[in-house]
């Protein structure tokens, strides 16, 4: 049962420490998300990956947010420093998407509660 | 830019009953795919339909079924037959054609009495 998998599960730190989200996608998907769900804002799109490169970050503050994909199998999340406002839940999720493709599920995992003190 | 709106944030229907769930878009693009997630208590999100904006027929998936309507730009929700586990919030998102991210509405939150 193919899904995608996010370390860890619940993080809570105090404001200027590092935190770092990781994400398994699934075997074969060439697409990840990074999405954060907040109460006020709701869903919104952090940043994502078609081949492990970066095709949209806009939605991530480059001052503290930094996301990559060292490899296939892992997506990472860093938060440097972390601020009260950053606590949210991470999502990540993962697709298989070709160009000129019209339909694109995205599974998502299961998520990361963040809470920052 | 897109706009997804849901404008029932919270909605209560009787087990068995059918309801909808609104979700009205905004889009210059003419070519885009529709989506429903189901988010429960658990947090979890849960892929449920897609309807693709070139799509004749309304999708349809078991008890899951999407009224699109793309001259009034709505692509409401219908669930038949509730059942209690389908208490949760429900997402309706958007993908465009040049970018394969989803942007979520705010959601609605769904209650199913017995």
Redesign the interface.
Known sequence: DARVTQTPRHKVTEMGQEVTMRCQPILGHN?V?W?RQTMMQ????LA?F?NRAP??DSGMPKDRFSAEMPDATLATLKIQPSEPRDSA?Y?C?S?L?FSGS???????G??T?LTVL | AQKITQTQPGMFVQEKEAVTLDCTYDTSDQSYGLFWYKQPSSGEMIFLIYQGSYDEQNATEGRYSLNFQKARKSANLVISASQLGDSAMYFCAMEGPSGYALNFGKGTSLLVTP
């Open positions: 697409t998300f999405y709701g869903l919104e799109l994502y078609r095709l949209d839940v999502f999720a697709g998407r019209s339909y694109n599920e995205q599974f998502f299961p998520g509660r």
